[in-house]
């Protein structure tokens, strides 16, 4: 009886460091003619380090990488490599919908020796299964090489849902570098199950910045977020008040961050993370159609809003504020 050859099954699973503390989902930095800005990234990477960050995601949802050329990403990958390192990790997401793209992009990620990649569900032509998103992975992980393999868990915007245990399970024997999972979605009851997985085999890294606590108590160690951009401070202290079980000040901490994340569907969603980059000094430009860009009355209503909070108390990173708004 003829079989296909089973060769990537035979492989040894590797076994990677699970990542402790926040790594941020970085903004794509650009100028007023919306090319890109990489100038601003030895800074921007600094300014994280200096924040406690352990690392940062870059081209994903928050990096508008749906919205950039190929050449582009490459570009930020080449860009913010030479800041990864065991203390600060890099890792790229590198496929939404392209498969093609996403092994080209793999191969360059292993080349310039980032920390890992990423990669969500196709979400214009979906996978029907959990085999067939098997499938669309392993060749981008094989072309990274050794690197970390993260799936991108966001059904909210791919609108592709599948059990993510299934998907553990499945991963973790055909995909010998499949490190685990960005979960961005609410199912806490799932969440908590893939982190118990096989005796917590996975890193199975929380990704929403808002419901922080809740993921810590459901044994989250690790989070992934696009606030963690600026106010990585008050989310560093939520998690030392929840280590040392002060969890009244774990819970007063969260509540800052939801009422400054509460802003956000008044003022254009990601577009109130780009202006607050603005008003802590570090400019990354506007977001690209058609995501919407805040006109200069509504960033002076925006930061009126969020000195009221007394939110920027939480950002280390703030040199100044924009002037001339």
Known sequence: KFSLPTYDK?????????????????????????TLDLTIIPRYAR????????????????????????????????AWAPFNSDEFKVMAMVSGTSQQEGIESARICKDVKLYGIS???????????????????????????KLPVYFYHIPLLTNV???????????????????GVKYTHTDLMEFNQCLRFENGKFDILWGWDEM?????????????????NFAAPLYNQLIQAFEKGKLGKA???????????GLYPLYGGAAAGKSIMK????????L?????????????????????QGIFKFTMAQTQLENDL
Do not use: W
């Open 10 to 34: 035979i492989k040894s699973p590797m076994s990677f460091k699970k990542i402790e503390g926040l790594v941020a989902a970085t903004f794509t930095p650009f100028k007023p003619d919306g």
């Open 47 to 78: 300014m994280l380090r200096e924040n406690g960050v352990k690392g940062a995601f870059i081209n994903g949802t928050t990096g508008e990488g749906a919205s950039l050329t190929f050449s582009e990403k490459v570009k930020l990958i080449h």
């Open 119 to 145: 990669m969500n569900a196709p979400y214009y032509i979906k996978t029907k299964t959990v085999d067939q998103l098997v499938e669309f992975i392993e060749p981008l992980a094989n072309a990274a090489g």
């Open 161 to 179: 849902s599948f059990s993510v245990l299934e998907l553990l399970k499945k991963a973790g024997e055909e995909i010998p570098n499949f490190a």
């Open 212 to 228: 922080l606590l809740a993921g810590l108590s459901m044994g989250a160690k690790g989070g992934v977020g696009s606030t963690y």
């Open 251 to 261: 819970k007063v901490l969260q509540e800052r961050s939801i009422d400054f994340v």
């Open 279 to 286: 008003f802590i000094g570090m400019d990354c430009g506007s």
């Open 288 to 308: 690209r159609p058609p995501g919407k860009s805040l006109s200069n009355s509504e960033q002076s209503k925006l930061l009126a809003l969020l000195q009221l």
